[in-house]
Every structure is written in structure tokens, then in C-alpha cells.
């Protein structure tokens, strides 16, 4: 079992650990900071570097079973069970998924509908959501979630039982994706007095941190399908 230091610590750029497994897929290590791919949030590329100076870039991360696979480019030297590396995430690149993923809970909050798909990128990054029949104004939208940005809103992560989930089936806002189940809880994320519902991912922890964003094409995708796609306003 990998530990996974990102859930508790989004931030950490870097650790220490040791290689429990390696085969023609990948790495894995005893723990990470790398986040595995799932949720629509992309897996943290980075580089595994050994006691020796070795250099492993790592160009994707996985989920496999327990563990957390870390992908090698195709040219990196090779690593052994045992060894002991620091494992280093591309931090700009963390961080500009982290803005859109938090970003993205506070679309949930603007648009009142269930979520039925969605992708994160580092500039652009999308929900779609089951609205029959109606009509989105971008520009209303992109007020609103500047607004929300500007209060500067806490956001935080906890967990809660499967029982109390169960009890508050609203907290799920994805049609297509359940939340994982059969630990005995599961994770919520609060963006305060904004949004809360299970999520995974990574996070900024205030809204500021996001920055400016701005809608760009409201999409229809099917009778009932909305594509909203949102991006930095970087101008």
C-alpha cells in the first residue's frame, strides 16, 4: 500500500521514499506525493531521482490496486526494489490543475444540475451537466465565479462515513461517477458556504488562489447535455 501524502497535503512539492515494486509498467513506491490519475483530474508527471544522481522521469501516474503506479519515459534508467529516491511532482503544473479543480466546485455551485462528465487542464478545463431545455449565459456565469474567487472562500477536505454519505445523497453531484466505497468513508471537500460534495482530488486551499477565470463555449452535447468549459483569464 502506497501512503499518499497529497490527499493530506495537496502543497507538499517533494519526499522521500523507497521503491516497493517494479515491473515493465512502472514504479511504485512505499509513499508519494504524486497524484494518480483519476476523478478528471489528470496523474502528476515529475522525476524520481536515486541515492546516486539516477534521474527517472516520471511521465504519468496510475492507480493499481493498493498502490500508485509511476510511469517512466521510455529512455530512464532503471530502478531496483529497495532503493531509496526523492520524488519531486512538476509543482507549476500541480498547482495550475489544483486552481482548475477547485475552480470547477465553484462552477457546481453557479449552475444548478446534476454533472454528467468533465475534464481538468491546466488552462482549460470543462463540466457537463443535465439541463434539458435550458439556457446558460456565459457572461453571468463568469461574474459568478469571480465573485466567488474574489471572497477568498476557505476549501478543505475531510471524511465522512459511507452511512452519513448514504444519509445525504444530495452531497453527489456526478451522475456518471459514484464515489468510491467499501473503505467505511469517503471524502468530501468544503469550499465554505459555496459547495461540498465527495471529491479526491487536489485543491488550492482558498478560493483566491484560483485567480481570474472566464466561460468560454456553452456547448449543447446531446438533449440534455451542457459543456460549459471554463479557462484562466490570463489578459
Known sequence: MTEEIF??????????????????SGIVLDRTVFYPKGGGQPGDTG????????????????????????????????????????????????????????????LCAAIDGGVTGGA???????????????????????????RLIEEDHPVSARWISEEELAANPELVRTMSVRPPTGTGRVRVLEVEGVDLQPCGGTHVARTGEIGRVRVGKIENKGRHNRRVNVLFDDG
Do not use: Q
Open 47 to 106: 522525476k524520481l531521482t536515486a541515492a546516486d544522481g539516477r534521474v527517472v522521469a516520471i511521465v504519468a501516474t496510475v492507480g493499481v490496486g493498493d498502490g500508485i503506479l509511476h510511469v517512466p519515459a521510455d529512455d530512464a534508467p532503471a530502478l531496483a526494489v529497495g532503493e531509496a529516491v526523492t520524488a519531486a511532482i512538476d509543482w507549476d503544473r500541480r498547482y495550475r490543475l489544483m486552481r482548475m479543480h477547485t475552480c470547477l466546485h465553484l
Open 120 to 146: 481538468i487542464g491546466e488552462a482549460k478545463s470543462r463540466l457537463d451537466f443535465d439541463l434539458p431545455d435550458t439556457s446558460l449565459d456565459k457572461v453571468a456565469i463568469t461574474a459568478e465565479l469571480n
Open 7 to 24: 490527499r493530506s497535503d495537496a502543497y507538499a512539492k517533494s519526499c522521500d521514499a523507497t521503491v516497493s515494486a517494479v515491473d515493465g
